[in-house]
């Protein structure tokens, strides 16, 4: 398992930009493909956006596809996930998680399935 924290969340409006970043511990972290996950009130977690261990693989969820972008500093053992024409329906708590699996997988495997997350960061996005 790796240590992860969140950083970056907050309020945004209609049409802005927030920036999440993940910090992990550990020197195994390039071994691990990176996701973020999030959860709005009375919904389950879904996937957002993974990228594999040496970053040349991302994969993202429709309803965020070419609105964020995901990427990583193995050198700094962070992942970041640009958020951009962020809309009232990007509300949730975000989680970063980090599995032994590829990217691809954790794009489709169930959240629970993976044993590495972070504490969870809110964002808010109002109309």
């Known amino acids: 398992q790796v240590q992860l924290v969140e950083s970056g969340g907050g309020l945004a409006q209609a049409g802005g930009s927030l920036r999440l970043s993940c910090v992990a511990s550990?020197?195994?972290?390039?071994?691990?493909?990176v996701g973020w996950f999030r959860q709005a009130p009375g919904k389950e977690r879904e996937f957002v956006a993974a990228?594999?261990?040496?970053?040349?693989?991302?994969y993202y969820s429709d309803s965020v596809k070419g609105r964020f972008t995901i990427f990583r500093d193995n050198g700094k053992n962070m992942v970041d996930l640009q958020m951009n024409s962020l809309n009232p329906e990007d509300t949730a708590v975000y989680y970063c998680?980090?599995?032994?699996?590829?990217?691809?997988?954790?794009?489709?495997?169930?959240?629970?399935?993976?044993?590495?997350w972070g504490q969870g960061i809110q964002v808010t996005v109002s109309s």
């Open positions: 998680a980090a599995g032994l699996v590829s990217a691809q997988a954790m794009s489709t495997m169930p959240p629970a399935n993976l044993d590495s």
């Open positions: 550990g020197n195994t972290f390039v071994s691990y493909a």
């Open positions: 990228i594999s261990w040496r970053g040349d693989h991302t």
